[in-house]
């Protein structure tokens, strides 16, 4: 039976339309190309090319030969990925999340209640996360809103509130609590890893000036340093503290108070059985 490096040497062959440039793109000799063609066609117990003194070319027997090599090799490679996700999958929890606050408290959680398995986190936007629930490639996400669908599970896992971190000098750093609009116009630093809560800079504050900082100690610095506002939040604060000399004021608007849900495929649900159960208690304490 033929073997799957020769359906791809196939598939060379005819995207280069010579033996030597498939040879050449494959990292072997022609005549070892050669060789392999011709049993592949001993094989099919078939011809698949025309061939002449300095020519080759596909015949009609070829050209389905492909049509179909290309079908298998497809195939053998979304097994591979299959494969290799679904052990990944047993071995790391994968989690996706449209902000960074949420996986400061989850990340830990999932830790203590599996501590056999391996925690891998990142940021997308909440369509991309959505998108990668569906094709595997994470076992949880956490989104700024619920989803309803049938094929996935929801709850609600906490919020965030955010807030102007401003100095005492400010002159709205006496305010109990401020619009977003009420500090549009100045310039504050920003930090670039905050997920979804970039578009609050880009679309409600279109008139600020954004010091943008990449790197975590940079921005640290610049806070300790500086009397820019900044943004903070409820959540961030909880973890990190209240820097010195600053004002923390909370943000009216409602895109700046956030509720967050968990979401999983309904297959998982029992899986994570023992996070829902923590969701669920840590819900009733606080009602």
Known sequence: MFELHQLE?????????????AAEKLHISQPALSRSIQKLESELQAELFLRSKNKIELNDNGNL???CARKVVGQAEDMVEQVRSYDRNQRTIFIGS????????????LSSLYPDKAISTEMKEPD??????MRSDYQIIILPEPVESDELYCTRWGEEHLMFSLPPAHPLSGSKALHL?????????????IGFWQRIPSEKMTSSHFLVQQNTYDFEELIRHSALPYFSSDLALKQQGPEPNRIFIPILDPEANITYYLAVKK?????????????????????
């Open 9 to 21: 040497q196939l598939i060379a062959v005819a995207e280069c339309g010579t033996l030597s440039r």
């Open 65 to 67: 030969a492909v049509e």
């Open 98 to 109: 449209c902000a960074p606050a949420p996986l400061w408290e989850l990340s830990p959680v």
């Open 128 to 133: 991309q996360l959505l998108q990668g629930l």
């Open 181 to 193: 609009k009420d500090m549009d116009g100045e310039t504050m630093l920003l930090f670039s890893r």
């Open 267 to 287: 297959q998982s649900r029992k899986k994570f059985s023992a996070l829902f159960q923590r969701i669920r208690r840590s819900m009733d304490n606080d009602t």
